[in-house]
């Protein structure tokens, strides 16, 4: 796994976060060393799938990244494979998705997945029984959100479900204090420094906007699901689950 050095050095002029080629190419270890929960969250995708899934199912995973959702999808399903289309918009990630997910599965299996670069704010959407939609959202501008997910809604099927998974912001300034500082703590016990830390803060500006929790869950609402809760948190990162009557 490429180690993630992108911001390991002082830079004069920081460029605006992208999922460029070089994100791309260590993201599996960006994403591991800064996000607490990554991977139970990911794993658990797999798990609520093998629950939930009817067979003959369809899934969108949106925000694909390296289709590290799928895989663990994949996996728990086992002979049972839905039909699972994946989508980003990054064509790197679209690239580093299908060399990871070829690698990792058994022909059959890759066979029943697409893999699509595109804008999930225009995509076309086909019902679909079950929706993933991890730390994707923070990266759409916030005047889009309610529409995405309203969208999102509707493709869903009866029965239907909705994972999201975000990075979040406190209502409580003291608890949102607190939750920045341990995240840093966070990253600097997994290898970061403090420089990287603060330059990579500083091409996420604006680029990444985050949402509370009771603003997640009133868009959710307000999108027309009824029954959702979150399911889990570590430091101020979380994941929702979301139900279609």
Same mark, same amino acid.
């Given at each position: 796994m490429p180690h993630d050095s992108l911001f390991a050095t002082p830079q004069d002029a920081i460029a605006r976060f992208?999922?460029?080629?070089?994100?791309?190419? #260590?993201? %599996?270890?960006?994403?591991?060393?800064?996000? %607490?929960?990554?991977?139970?969250?990911?794993?658990?995708?797999?798990?609520?799938?093998?629950?939930?899934? %009817?067979?003959?199912?369809?899934?969108?995973?949106?925000? #694909?990244?390296h289709g590290a959702a799928t895989l663990a999808l994949c996996q728990q399903l086992e002979g049972r494979v839905p039909d699972i289309t994946a989508v980003d918009l990054s064509p790197a990630m679209i690239a580093q998705a299908r060399q990871h997910l070829e690698t990792h599965l058994p022909v059959e299996a890759f066979e029943r997945i697409r893999l699509i670069e595109g804008d999930i704010c225009t995509l076309e959407l086909k019902p679909s029984d079950m929706i993933i939609i991890n730390f994707t959202l923070q990266f759409l501008p916030p005047e889009q959100r309610l529409l995405v997910i309203s969208r999102l809604h509707h493709a869903l099927k009866p029965g239907g479900i909705l994972i999201l998974s975000e990075k979040i912001t406190c209502d409580d300034p003291e608890a949102e204090r607190i939750l920045y500082a341990l995240h840093h703590d966070f990253k600097r016990a997994n290898g970061y420094s403090d420089l990287e830390i603060s330059q990579k803060r500083t091409a996420l500006e604006d680029v990444m906007r985050t949402d509370t929790l009771s603003a997640h869950h009133a868009r959710l609402a307000e999108a027309g699901f009824v029954r959702h809760f979150t399911w889990f948190q570590y430091l101020n990162f979380a994941s929702l689950i979301a139900f279609k009557e």
């Amino acid at each position: 796994m490429p180690h993630d050095s992108l911001f390991a050095t002082p830079q004069d002029a920081i460029a605006r976060f992208s999922f460029d080629e070089k994100v791309a190419a #260590c993201f %599996p270890d960006m994403i591991s060393r800064s996000v %607490p929960g990554y991977g139970q969250i990911t794993a658990m995708v797999g798990v609520m799938a093998r629950r939930y899934l %009817p067979e003959q199912a369809h899934v969108y995973d949106l925000g #694909c990244s390296h289709g590290a959702a799928t895989l663990a999808l994949c996996q728990q399903l086992e002979g049972r494979v839905p039909d699972i289309t994946a989508v980003d918009l990054s064509p790197a990630m679209i690239a580093q998705a299908r060399q990871h997910l070829e690698t990792h599965l058994p022909v059959e299996a890759f066979e029943r997945i697409r893999l699509i670069e595109g804008d999930i704010c225009t995509l076309e959407l086909k019902p679909s029984d079950m929706i993933i939609i991890n730390f994707t959202l923070q990266f759409l501008p916030p005047e889009q959100r309610l529409l995405v997910i309203s969208r999102l809604h509707h493709a869903l099927k009866p029965g239907g479900i909705l994972i999201l998974s975000e990075k979040i912001t406190c209502d409580d300034p003291e608890a949102e204090r607190i939750l920045y500082a341990l995240h840093h703590d966070f990253k600097r016990a997994n290898g970061y420094s403090d420089l990287e830390i603060s330059q990579k803060r500083t091409a996420l500006e604006d680029v990444m906007r985050t949402d509370t929790l009771s603003a997640h869950h009133a868009r959710l609402a307000e999108a027309g699901f009824v029954r959702h809760f979150t399911w889990f948190q570590y430091l101020n990162f979380a994941s929702l689950i979301a139900f279609k009557e």
